[in-house]
Protein backbone atom coordinates (compact mmCIF):
# COMPACT_ATOMS: atom_id res chain seq x y z
CA UNK A 1 0.00 0.00 0.00
CA UNK A 2 1.33 3.49 -1.20
CA UNK A 3 1.53 5.37 2.18
CA UNK A 4 0.47 9.31 1.80
CA UNK A 5 2.79 12.13 0.99
CA UNK A 6 2.94 15.22 3.58
CA UNK A 7 3.75 18.78 1.65
CA UNK A 8 4.13 20.60 4.60
CA UNK A 9 5.61 23.81 3.75
CA UNK A 10 4.06 23.95 -0.01
CA UNK A 11 1.54 26.36 -1.48
CA UNK A 12 -1.44 25.45 -3.65
CA UNK A 13 -3.77 27.38 -5.64
CA UNK A 14 -6.90 25.84 -6.21
CA UNK A 15 -9.33 27.42 -8.65
CA UNK A 16 -13.54 27.13 -8.03
CA UNK A 17 -13.03 25.81 -4.73
CA UNK A 18 -16.08 27.11 -3.31
CA UNK A 19 -17.59 23.79 -3.37
CA UNK A 20 -17.43 20.18 -4.95
CA UNK A 21 -14.54 18.68 -6.18
CA UNK A 22 -12.25 22.26 -5.90
CA UNK A 23 -13.61 22.13 -2.43
CA UNK A 24 -12.80 18.32 -1.46
CA UNK A 25 -9.20 19.11 -3.28
CA UNK A 26 -8.33 22.10 -1.52
CA UNK A 27 -9.35 19.93 1.83
CA UNK A 28 -7.06 16.72 1.18
CA UNK A 29 -4.34 19.19 0.38
CA UNK A 30 -4.40 21.10 3.14
CA UNK A 31 -5.36 18.25 5.44
CA UNK A 32 -1.61 16.45 3.91
CA UNK A 33 0.17 19.81 5.32
CA UNK A 34 -0.06 22.20 2.23
CA UNK A 35 -1.47 26.56 2.66
CA UNK A 36 -4.03 26.37 0.10
CA UNK A 37 -5.00 29.75 -1.29
CA UNK A 38 -8.87 29.38 -2.62
CA UNK A 39 -10.42 30.96 -4.99
CA UNK A 40 -13.93 31.39 -6.96
CA UNK A 41 -16.49 34.35 -7.41
CA UNK A 42 -18.25 33.19 -3.78
CA UNK A 43 -16.34 34.57 -0.93
CA UNK A 44 -18.69 35.32 1.36
CA UNK A 45 -21.97 34.83 -1.07
CA UNK A 46 -22.88 32.19 -2.97
CA UNK A 47 -22.92 34.13 -6.58
CA UNK A 48 -25.64 33.60 -9.26
CA UNK A 49 -23.95 31.71 -12.82
CA UNK A 50 -25.91 31.46 -15.97
CA UNK A 51 -26.83 27.63 -17.05
CA UNK A 52 -29.84 26.48 -19.32
CA UNK A 53 -30.55 30.18 -20.12
CA UNK A 54 -31.29 31.29 -16.83
CA UNK A 55 -29.68 32.60 -13.82
CA UNK A 56 -29.42 30.23 -11.10
CA UNK A 57 -27.47 30.52 -7.36
CA UNK A 58 -25.32 27.36 -6.82
CA UNK A 59 -24.72 26.89 -2.86
CA UNK A 60 -21.02 26.84 -2.01
CA UNK A 61 -18.96 30.22 -0.72
CA UNK A 62 -14.90 30.52 -0.29
CA UNK A 63 -15.52 31.25 3.15
CA UNK A 64 -17.40 27.78 4.05
CA UNK A 65 -14.19 25.88 2.40
CA UNK A 66 -11.48 27.98 4.55
CA UNK A 67 -13.30 27.13 8.11
CA UNK A 68 -14.08 23.31 7.02
CA UNK A 69 -10.23 23.80 6.58
CA UNK A 70 -9.68 25.30 9.72
CA UNK A 71 -11.86 23.23 11.68
CA UNK A 72 -9.82 20.20 10.63
CA UNK A 73 -6.50 21.87 11.65
CA UNK A 74 -5.15 23.54 7.76
CA UNK A 75 -4.50 27.07 6.43
CA UNK A 76 -6.31 28.43 4.00
CA UNK A 77 -6.24 31.77 2.80
CA UNK A 78 -9.49 32.93 0.58
CA UNK A 79 -9.23 34.67 -2.73
CA UNK A 80 -12.08 36.13 -5.05
CA UNK A 81 -11.58 36.19 -8.56
CA UNK A 82 -13.90 35.59 -11.32
CA UNK A 83 -11.83 33.73 -13.92
CA UNK A 84 -14.14 35.09 -17.13
CA UNK A 85 -12.88 38.81 -16.36
CA UNK A 86 -9.23 39.27 -17.57
CA UNK A 87 -7.89 41.18 -15.08
CA UNK A 88 -9.03 38.62 -12.23
CA UNK A 89 -7.49 35.98 -13.95
CA UNK A 90 -3.98 37.55 -14.86
CA UNK A 91 -3.56 38.66 -11.61
CA UNK A 92 -4.28 35.72 -9.83
CA UNK A 93 -1.19 34.00 -9.54
CA UNK A 94 0.25 37.16 -8.08
CA UNK A 95 -2.10 37.95 -5.61
CA UNK A 96 -2.02 34.45 -4.17
CA UNK A 97 1.84 34.73 -4.49
CA UNK A 98 1.74 38.23 -2.17
CA UNK A 99 -1.24 36.26 -0.06
CA UNK A 100 0.71 33.09 1.02
CA UNK A 101 4.12 33.78 0.40
CA UNK A 102 4.63 31.58 -2.41
CA UNK A 103 3.34 29.19 -4.99
CA UNK A 104 4.57 25.58 -5.79
CA UNK A 105 0.69 23.86 -6.59
CA UNK A 106 -1.66 25.03 -9.04
CA UNK A 107 -5.00 23.27 -9.29
CA UNK A 108 -7.11 24.30 -12.38
CA UNK A 109 -10.29 22.93 -11.49
CA UNK A 110 -12.98 25.63 -11.99
CA UNK A 111 -15.20 25.15 -14.63
CA UNK A 112 -18.47 25.85 -16.29
CA UNK A 113 -20.63 23.10 -18.08
CA UNK A 114 -24.21 24.14 -19.94
CA UNK A 115 -24.87 21.05 -22.36
CA UNK A 116 -26.46 21.45 -25.26
CA UNK A 117 -26.68 20.00 -28.95
CA UNK A 118 -24.71 21.78 -31.70
CA UNK A 119 -27.27 22.96 -33.25
CA UNK A 120 -28.74 24.28 -30.04
CA UNK A 121 -25.92 26.45 -28.53
CA UNK A 122 -25.41 29.35 -28.19
CA UNK A 123 -21.61 31.27 -29.38
CA UNK A 124 -22.00 32.27 -25.67
CA UNK A 125 -22.00 29.05 -24.27
CA UNK A 126 -19.02 27.88 -26.93
CA UNK A 127 -16.54 30.75 -25.81
CA UNK A 128 -17.27 30.20 -22.01
CA UNK A 129 -16.72 26.41 -22.65
CA UNK A 130 -13.18 26.83 -24.31
CA UNK A 131 -12.45 30.05 -21.77
CA UNK A 132 -12.86 27.83 -18.34
CA UNK A 133 -11.11 24.58 -19.74
CA UNK A 134 -8.38 26.00 -21.97
CA UNK A 135 -7.79 29.60 -21.71
CA UNK A 136 -7.90 29.55 -17.80
CA UNK A 137 -5.02 26.77 -17.17
CA UNK A 138 -3.17 28.13 -20.17
CA UNK A 139 -3.31 31.73 -18.74
CA UNK A 140 -2.30 30.48 -15.02
CA UNK A 141 0.23 27.66 -16.44
CA UNK A 142 2.03 30.66 -18.05
CA UNK A 143 1.70 32.89 -15.30
CA UNK A 144 2.95 30.39 -12.51
CA UNK A 145 5.73 28.87 -14.64
CA UNK A 146 8.33 31.37 -13.96
CA UNK A 147 8.11 31.14 -10.07
CA UNK A 148 8.36 27.41 -10.20
CA UNK A 149 11.19 27.67 -12.23
CA UNK A 150 12.73 29.88 -9.97
CA UNK A 151 12.10 28.14 -7.24
CA UNK A 152 13.46 24.52 -9.03
CA UNK A 153 10.44 22.81 -8.50
CA UNK A 154 6.42 22.74 -9.36
CA UNK A 155 3.43 20.63 -9.88
CA UNK A 156 -0.32 21.50 -11.80
CA UNK A 157 -2.87 18.97 -12.29
CA UNK A 158 -5.54 19.94 -14.36
CA UNK A 159 -9.10 18.49 -13.42
CA UNK A 160 -10.24 16.81 -16.69
CA UNK A 161 -13.12 14.32 -17.37
CA UNK A 162 -14.32 10.70 -18.55
CA UNK A 163 -16.09 12.45 -21.41
CA UNK A 164 -12.93 12.95 -23.39
CA UNK A 165 -12.16 9.33 -23.76
CA UNK A 166 -12.83 7.78 -26.93
CA UNK A 167 -16.77 7.66 -28.27
CA UNK A 168 -17.82 3.87 -28.07
CA UNK A 169 -19.58 2.30 -30.85
CA UNK A 170 -22.42 1.73 -31.47
CA UNK A 171 -23.10 5.41 -29.80
CA UNK A 172 -24.98 4.54 -26.60
CA UNK A 173 -28.30 6.49 -26.38
CA UNK A 174 -26.73 9.45 -24.04
CA UNK A 175 -24.40 10.43 -26.78
CA UNK A 176 -27.03 10.09 -29.59
CA UNK A 177 -29.46 12.65 -27.76
CA UNK A 178 -26.18 14.93 -27.49
CA UNK A 179 -25.32 17.79 -25.19
CA UNK A 180 -21.74 17.24 -23.95
CA UNK A 181 -20.07 17.08 -27.53
CA UNK A 182 -18.49 20.77 -27.14
CA UNK A 183 -17.73 20.23 -23.62
CA UNK A 184 -15.99 16.88 -23.88
CA UNK A 185 -14.13 18.14 -27.12
CA UNK A 186 -12.59 20.90 -24.93
CA UNK A 187 -11.79 18.45 -22.51
CA UNK A 188 -9.65 16.11 -24.92
CA UNK A 189 -7.71 19.20 -25.87
CA UNK A 190 -6.96 19.70 -22.28
CA UNK A 191 -5.33 16.42 -22.30
CA UNK A 192 -3.16 17.38 -25.05
CA UNK A 193 -2.53 20.29 -23.87
CA UNK A 194 -1.57 19.07 -20.67
CA UNK A 195 1.16 16.31 -22.00
CA UNK A 196 2.30 19.01 -23.98
CA UNK A 197 2.95 21.03 -21.26
CA UNK A 198 4.19 18.02 -19.21
CA UNK A 199 7.09 17.52 -21.97
CA UNK A 200 7.92 20.75 -22.23
CA UNK A 201 8.50 21.15 -18.76
CA UNK A 202 9.85 18.01 -17.22
CA UNK A 203 14.05 19.44 -17.63
CA UNK A 204 12.52 22.46 -15.27
CA UNK A 205 11.10 19.25 -12.40
CA UNK A 206 8.03 20.70 -12.81
CA UNK A 207 5.59 18.19 -13.09
CA UNK A 208 1.85 18.75 -15.01
CA UNK A 209 -1.17 15.69 -15.02
CA UNK A 210 -4.18 15.51 -15.56
CA UNK A 211 -6.97 13.87 -13.17
CA UNK A 212 -10.89 13.05 -14.10
CA UNK A 213 -13.50 11.43 -12.38
CA UNK A 214 -13.65 7.87 -13.39
CA UNK A 215 -17.62 8.08 -13.83
CA UNK A 216 -18.90 11.23 -12.03
CA UNK A 217 -19.14 13.02 -8.67
CA UNK A 218 -22.59 14.56 -7.67
CA UNK A 219 -21.25 18.44 -6.19
CA UNK A 220 -24.09 21.19 -6.37
CA UNK A 221 -22.90 22.23 -9.38
CA UNK A 222 -22.81 19.20 -11.62
CA UNK A 223 -25.72 17.65 -10.20
CA UNK A 224 -28.28 18.93 -12.47
CA UNK A 225 -26.23 17.32 -15.31
CA UNK A 226 -26.37 13.81 -13.81
CA UNK A 227 -29.48 11.58 -13.78
CA UNK A 228 -31.02 10.86 -11.05
CA UNK A 229 -30.46 6.76 -11.00
CA UNK A 230 -26.63 7.16 -12.21
CA UNK A 231 -24.71 6.13 -9.62
CA UNK A 232 -21.99 8.12 -8.57
CA UNK A 233 -18.61 7.74 -7.11
CA UNK A 234 -17.21 9.66 -3.76
CA UNK A 235 -15.17 12.94 -4.25
CA UNK A 236 -12.40 11.31 -1.81
CA UNK A 237 -10.81 8.96 -4.58
CA UNK A 238 -10.51 11.77 -6.91
CA UNK A 239 -8.73 14.23 -4.25
CA UNK A 240 -6.57 11.69 -3.46
CA UNK A 241 -5.21 11.45 -6.94
CA UNK A 242 -4.86 15.03 -7.16
CA UNK A 243 -2.60 15.01 -4.01
CA UNK A 244 -0.60 12.03 -5.55
CA UNK A 245 0.20 14.28 -8.71
CA UNK A 246 1.43 17.34 -5.84
CA UNK A 247 4.58 15.69 -4.62
CA UNK A 248 7.22 13.95 -6.67
CA UNK A 249 9.89 15.39 -9.07
CA UNK A 250 8.90 15.38 -12.42
CA UNK A 251 10.83 13.24 -13.99
CA UNK A 252 8.95 10.30 -11.91
CA UNK A 253 5.62 11.36 -12.48
CA UNK A 254 5.03 14.07 -15.22
CA UNK A 255 2.46 13.62 -18.00
CA UNK A 256 -0.26 11.25 -16.89
CA UNK A 257 -3.82 11.43 -17.58
CA UNK A 258 -5.02 9.42 -14.48
CA UNK A 259 -8.93 8.81 -13.33
CA UNK A 260 -10.34 8.95 -9.51
CA UNK A 261 -11.01 5.25 -9.24
CA UNK A 262 -8.66 3.33 -11.50
CA UNK A 263 -5.45 5.44 -10.09
CA UNK A 264 -5.75 4.03 -6.68
CA UNK A 265 -6.79 0.10 -7.75
CA UNK A 266 -4.11 0.14 -9.95
CA UNK A 267 -1.48 2.06 -7.80
CA UNK A 268 -2.33 0.76 -4.81
CA UNK A 269 -2.72 4.11 -3.16
CA UNK A 270 -4.57 4.38 -0.12
CA UNK A 271 -7.44 7.21 -0.44
CA UNK A 272 -7.86 9.11 3.29
CA UNK A 273 -11.05 11.17 3.96
CA UNK A 274 -10.92 14.65 3.32
CA UNK A 275 -9.68 15.06 6.73
CA UNK A 276 -6.59 12.87 6.49
CA UNK A 277 -7.38 10.85 9.34
CA UNK A 278 -9.42 7.57 8.18
CA UNK A 279 -8.72 5.13 5.36
CA UNK A 280 -11.10 4.66 2.83
CA UNK A 281 -12.59 1.29 1.45
CA UNK A 282 -9.82 -0.25 -1.62
CA UNK A 283 -12.61 -0.31 -4.48
CA UNK A 284 -12.50 -1.83 -7.70
CA UNK A 285 -13.47 1.10 -10.68
CA UNK A 286 -16.79 0.25 -11.52
CA UNK A 287 -18.07 -2.00 -13.95
CA UNK A 288 -19.74 0.41 -15.99
CA UNK A 289 -16.93 2.87 -16.04
CA UNK A 290 -15.45 3.74 -19.82
CA UNK A 291 -13.72 0.58 -21.14
CA UNK A 292 -10.89 2.69 -22.41
CA UNK A 293 -10.00 4.62 -19.27
CA UNK A 294 -6.39 4.21 -18.82
CA UNK A 295 -5.85 2.50 -14.72
CA UNK A 296 -2.33 3.66 -14.03
CA UNK A 297 -2.38 6.71 -16.33
CA UNK A 298 -1.90 7.10 -19.84
Avoid at 149 to 178: C, E, H, L
Amino acid sequence: MITNPNITGKVALVTGSSRGIGRAIAQRLASAGATVVVTARSVQKEATGKRFQSEQVIPGTLEETVSLIEQAGGRAIALGADLENDADRDSLVARALEAAGGLDIVINNAGFADYARVEDMSFETFDRTINHYLRVPFALAKSAIPHMKAKGSGWIVNIGSITSMPMQRPFPDYQRAGGDTVYASVKAALNRFSQGLAAELVESNIAVNLVGPSTAIRTPGASALIPQEYPTEDVEYLAETVLAMCHLPAIERTGLLAFSMHYPWATNLRVMSLDGRTPFPFREPPAWSHPATPAAGL
